[in-house]
């Protein structure tokens, strides 16, 4: 296996338990609404972010990708995906926090869409 299966590999099981992690994370704290005592469902995630983008980086400087690319749109998609998701989790305004916490799966949902078609490669 060449490290760019492997890379990828990992970046993939990664995302994976990535957008698990915040769709069960958001699900008992906003739809339950409970608190996250379990500590895979609190520290579960952060793991997997960080493996995410430790992968992400290896593979943009093994493959060289362009910012300017599919790549660059995907960057951004995950960046709101961020963002959105933190702010979720952390909104008091249950009604705010559900349309941010939809709106950050819609953008990882969306983030996976390029990184599947990579258009433009």
Known sequence: MSAYELLTTVHILAALASGIGFGLRGHVRLIMNRPLANPLLRIGPHVADTLLLASGIALWVVTGWSL??????????????????????????????????????????????????????
């Open 68 to 121: 300017w690319s599919w790549f660059g749109l995907k960057l951004a998609l995950v960046a709101g995906y961020l963002v959105l998701g933190i702010r979720a989790l952390r909104g008091r305004a249950r009604h705010r926090a559900l349309l941010m916490y939809l709106a950050a799966l819609l953008l990882f949902l969306a983030a996976v869409v390029v990184s599947a078609g990579k258009p433009g490669l």
